[in-house]
């Protein structure tokens, strides 16, 4: 049942992932390139903004209203925000929770922000010294891997969380009966 429910979820997902894939295969064009008004400084121009034409249109890709995927890209930098999909109050603590979980551990993330860009759970900042180092198809596959198992993860520890509610709500009925 569950790796039914999983394949289910993952056709549904394609065509949203699909598109994020192709925007981030475009978007992940980045070339070094140094800041304009500091000498000898190299800042991600989609954070520091300093050079409006420095900057791509914001791509905003919606699976629905509460799901949907974010891509600022400039010259040498792009950042991906991700909203995670909150069905309900269960889902949105329980996305909340892990997504906490997370960004206190960016050390670990390469390319994960601490702090996510107003209105979404969660961001990544590829820079053009990331994809020196990294292969391009793999950090779009990092990235789409993670918002799969994301999604995954937080189906999971909701049906854990109601298994677990009905077992002690019947345990603690099983006195008056």
Known sequence: ?????GTMSLTA???YLDAIRKTL??????????????ERHNKPEVEART????????????????????????VN????????KQADD?????????????TQRADNFVVLRRKPVEGYDISFLITNSHMERMYKHKVIDFVIQFMEEIDKEISEQKLSVN????IV?????????
Do not use: M, W
Not at 1 to 5: G, I
Not at 25 to 38: D, S
Not at 51 to 74: A, F, H, Q, Y
Not at 77 to 84: F, G, L, P, T
């Open 169 to 177: 709500a019947h345990e603690y009925l099983k006195q008056y009966i």
């Open 51 to 74: 050079s409006k034409e420095l900057l791509l249109n914001p791509v905003v890709i919606s699976r629905n209203e509460s799901e949907r995927t974010l891509v600022e890209g400039s």
């Open 77 to 84: 930098s792009v950042r991906i925000s991700i909203k995670v």
């Open 163 to 166: 298994t677990r509610g009905r």
């Open 1 to 5: 049942d569950r790796v039914a429910r």
């Open 25 to 38: 295969t475009a978007a992940l064009c980045l070339e070094n390139f140094a800041c304009q008004l500091v």
């Open 90 to 102: 269960l889902e949105h603590l329980l996305a909340k929770k892990f997504v906490g979980f997370l």
């Open 13 to 15: 997902h394609k065509p």
